[in-house]
């Protein structure tokens, strides 16, 4: 008789065939927001996650934020950090800062993370192989110095890393549009959906510290479990979503209408929480869809 044990084993594998017949080849692009990279354990098991994806083939992409770590630097440095409707001004030193702490450090750790999982890893930021270009952004017609809007994607690079079976890690700092030799701080999240759209990609999941959109920011079962583009309107406009939520909803609209097939925001702090969004019915956090 077999022991039941391996036979529950059996059942968790074969749950997930459904899945992986279904997105096997396909590509799947993850933001991992600064505010959930924060733990360290968690973080190890998002790079699980992700090595599995990749190791069973499917054409998985990490785009990651950084927030808390740039302030950190900052403060350490004395730099004040200032925000205008929300995103940070960011002046000439203050993309120094930026560059170092995103496209060094925090891309550099998550590489060497998967590579020490047993993982295949490249980093890039959106100025390698011109991957992103970015226009001069402002906030409601007020500066914000080195702040960027996604004007162009190149993804022929990340491409290539994904044919040679690497799953891409991008910070995206993003080169000017005029003037290549100026470089820009981009919204991670706009910059993961604009990516997912050149990608054709089947899935756009991003990785918070809250469960998903939630109705009342204090209460954790007031979960909106899934969400159209005319509710994702209406969410914004009666002020349910606000600050560092209102990027994600916007971008997974414009992905959606790019031809992303699903997105979703789900809680980064949950261990193996991409494993269970990707592999199994049980739906995580807030599905946002057309239908
Ligand atoms: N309706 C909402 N549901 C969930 N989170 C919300 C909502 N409105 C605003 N937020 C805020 O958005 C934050 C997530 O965005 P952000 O801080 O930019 O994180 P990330 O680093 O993942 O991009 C949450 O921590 C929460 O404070
Ligand atoms: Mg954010």
Known sequence: M??????????????????????IGKTIVIKYGGAAMTDEAIKATVMQDLILMSCVGIRTVLVHGGGPEIDALMGKLGMETRRVRGLRYTDAAGMEV???????????????????????????????????????????GEDLGFVGDVSAVDPSLVENALGAGFIPVVATVASGEEDARVIYNVNADTAAAKLAMALKAEKFILLSDVPGILRDLKDPDSLIRAANPPQIKSL????????????????????????????????????????????SDAGIGTMISKD
Do not use: W
């Open 98 to 140: 930026v560059q170092e702490v995103l496209a060094g450090k925090v891309n550099k750790q998550l590489v060497s993370l998967i590579q020490a999982g047993g993982g295949k890893a490249v980093g890039l930021c959106g100025i390698d192989g011109g991957l992103l270009k970015a226009r001069r952004a402002t906030a409601g």
């Open 2 to 23: 077999i022991d039941s044990k391996y036979g529950e084993h059996a059942q968790v594998l074969i749950q997930a065939l459904p899945y992986l017949q279904r997105y």
């Open 236 to 279: 914004i406009e009666d002020g349910t979503v606000s600050k560092g939520m209102i990027p994600k909803v916007e971008c997974c609209v414009v992905a959606l209408a790019g031809g992303v097939k699903r997105a979703h925001i789900i809680d980064g702090r949950l261990p193996h929480a991409l494993l269970i969004e990707v592999f």
